[in-house]
């Protein structure tokens, strides 16, 4: 089956930086779009950036010149270059692929999260 594991996650300083990993592993056919969500206690999973097959990105006004999202399609991964680091980024950052097993069956795949804390 499909797995998806974040790492890098970890504890910063504002204006400190991190970089979050996510891999995509198992019966893989080919990975579509990727992204970056992430959740505060106490509040809904909010998306942060995404990014297309083709290579295409999206953020969230909030993460905009801090964040940025990239992939490497031959190791099946998607990243996360957080600069910047505010206390509000504080949260839960999960990984989301929709991955196709084969040309016919697709799913939407998420991962168990990382805890990224931004201190003041």
């Known amino acids: 089956q499909v797995q998806l594991v974040e790492s890098g996650g970890g504890s910063v300083q504002a204006g400190g930086s991190l970089r979050l990993s996510c891999a995509a592993s198992g019966s893989i056919f080919r990975v579509n779009n990727m992204g970056w969500y992430r959740q505060a206690p106490g509040k809904q999973r909010e998306l942060v950036a995404t990014i297309t097959s083709s290579g295409s990105t999206n953020y969230a006004d909030s993460v905009k010149g801090r964040f940025t999202i990239s992939r490497d399609n031959a190791k099946n991964m998607v990243y996360l270059q957080m600069n910047s680091l505010k206390p509000e980024d504080t949260a839960v950052y999960y990984c989301?692929?929709?991955?196709?097993?084969?040309?016919?069956?697709?799913?939407?795949?998420w991962g168990q999260g990382t805890q990224v804390t931004v201190s003041s």
């Open positions: 989301n692929a929709h991955i196709w097993r084969n040309l016919w069956v697709g799913n939407d795949y």
